[in-house]
């Protein structure tokens, strides 16, 4: 079975890597990876070949998109990627279109996916089933329900079925979806899409890190980067003050943090030894397993890189909107985590959470999202 999976990232990389998870459950079918942000240093499984649309993002004003090609004009690359989808799907024909978000969120992209999306349901590409990918929590929007009725229409309109990536004991969709029960077309909570570390990986890590058995090791990250500068210097400065001599700190900016600020926090670590600074490390989960502490922005895929590894954890949600503190306060509920305020005692926080111990209690939420959706999608073709 040919699939196309559509996911555009235009902040963190939480998508992303929720998108390659899903791809990566899908093992047994090619997997044509349409993706159209920036694209991180992220090996793919080899079922999914990667396809790069010219790079779209959001402003930092978050008002709308831009380039990320600074030397190209929007309409231009809006032009460029609505005909290249469409020239993919009438070369590829595949058998599903599976697409992250969309019309939950990627308003902004109709452009090219409602083309698509006419084409398919005029029958132009052969007989395809459209499935939307979508995660737990939605973010919250004041406009008088206008947005979940436009959702509504274009689920019934053209999709086949809705996944919901989340443990509905944490997270069910109607808590910030009211009009979940005008969907007419099946719905499937598949679990939440986790990332799983490596077996018996932490003694190999730590070794690696040049870490030893009596020190701790802290691990910091900002996710994707653009919005979690603030905190890493926070942990940075807290944990210097700390002089935590038995401890080590491996910090992960995130590949879009701004270079200004990531130089000023190789300067401000200059001559620590038990420091390491990178942006980004393909192997996150194996990281968390082998370290001790984690501080961390909380986007859905770190708090399950959390949930999977067993980390002691406290993060720091994103205040733009109330999705990632609902849904870390929701899992402080089942395993060790440390919700974080706008501005945290973070000397104080860093010192707590190095004293804690991992625990192997089951948290009973189910981690199994990427295998699941892949059945489902499976079965829904099979129909």
Do not use: W
Request: include cysteine; glycine fraction near 6%; charge should be negative.
């Amino acid at each position: 079975m040919k699939i196309i999976h559509y996911c555009q990232h235009v902040l963190g990389m939480g998508h992303f890597f929720r998108s390659i998870e899903i791809a990566k459950g899908l093992d047994q079918e090619e997997v044509l990876f349409v993706a159209g942000g920036e694209r991180p240093d992220q090996p793919l499984p080899p079922n999914v070949k990667y396809i790069q649309l010219p790079g779209l993002c959001m402003n930092e004003e978050f008002g709308g998109l831009m380039p990320t090609d600074k030397d190209r004009e929007l309409e231009e690359v809006k032009e460029e990627r609505r005909a290249t989808l469409l020239k993919i799907f009438a070369e590829e024909k595949p058998e599903v279109f599976l697409i992250e978000l969309f019309p939950f969120g990627r308003k902004a992209f109709r452009f090219e996916l409602l083309p698509v999306l006419d084409a398919i349901r005029a029958g132009e590409f052969g007989d395809i089933k459209v499935v939307c990918s979508l995660r737990d929590i939605l973010v919250e929007r004041n406009d008088g329900g206008k947005h979940e009725e436009r959702c509504v229409k274009y689920l019934n309109k053209y999709f086949d079925l809705l996944l919901i990536h989340s443990d509905p004991k944490i997270a069910a969709l109607d808590e910030t979806f009211k009009a979940l029960d005008q969907i007419k077309i099946p719905y499937e909570y598949t679990g939440f899409a986790a990332r799983k570390p490596d077996a018996d990986v932490r003694a190999i890590v730590r070794a690696e890190l040049g870490v030893t058995e009596n020190e701790k090791l802290l691990i910091a990250s900002a996710g994707g980067g653009k919005v979690g500068g603030t905190l890493m210097e926070s942990v940075l400065q807290s944990f210097i003050e700390l002089e935590a001599t038995d401890s080590r700190l491996l910090m992960l900016t995130g590949p879009f943090l701004d270079d200004d600020k990531y130089n000023s926090l190789l300067k401000t670590a200059a001559g620590h030894k038990n420091i390491t600074i990178k942006r980004f490390a393909a192997d996150f989960t194996n990281l968390l397993t082998a370290g001790d502490a984690m501080v961390s922005m909380a986007g859905y895929n770190t708090c399950m890189d959390i949930l999977t590894s067993g980390i002691p954890a406290a993060v720091q949600p994103f205040s733009f909107n109330h999705e990632q503190r609902m849904r870390a306060e929701r899992l402080a509920a089942f395993i060790s985590l440390e919700v974080l305020p706008d501005k945290p005692d973070m000397k104080s926080t860093i010192d707590s959470l190095l004293k804690r111990r991992r625990t192997n209690k089951d948290h009973t939420i189910n981690l199994e999202g990427a295998h699941n959706s892949s059945r489902f999608i499976r079965e829904l073709r099979l129909s």
